[in-house]
């Protein structure tokens, strides 16, 4: 069982910034992927962003996010997070980090959020119009 907590979140102004963070009661090596999901009100929820801890490659955005939002992660602080820069309304949403242990990440994750074990409560970001 790993628990995962974000932190982070609030209300900033279109074209500001924030940057969320994941703590993770534990990790265990490098192959496991961090994934970065989004639910706005009445709407299905999406993947944003995947970190593979002990990459710098194998990270992967969606295309609206991409070019915007970064993802890293520690391994030794156990922790992931997701830079969030010229943040828009459209960016409003509940953030989730999840984890899936024993898997390098693949694009298709992004779409596949039943791959992922471990979910946060998630936390709540708000882009005002």
């Known amino acids: 069982q790993v628990d995962l907590v974000e932190s982070g979140g609030g209300s900033v102004q279109a074209g500001g910034s924030l940057r969320l963070s994941c703590a993770a009661s534990e990790l265990t090596g490098y192959k496991n992927c961090m994934g970065w999901f989004r639910q706005a009100p009445g709407q299905k929820r999406e993947g944003v962003a995947l970190?593979?801890?002990?990459?710098?490659?194998?990270?992967y955005y969606s295309r609206s996010v991409r070019g915007r939002f970064t993802a890293s992660g520690d391994i030794a602080k156990n922790s992931a997070s997701l830079q969030m820069r010229n943040l828009k309304p459209e960016d409003t949403a509940k953030y989730y980090c999840a984890l899936k242990t024993g898997s390098w990440c693949y694009d298709d994750y992004l779409t596949q959020e039943f791959e992922f074990t471990y979910w946060g409560e998630g936390i709540q970001v708000t882009v005002p119009s």
């Open positions: 970190f593979q801890f002990g990459s710098t490659i194998d990270t």
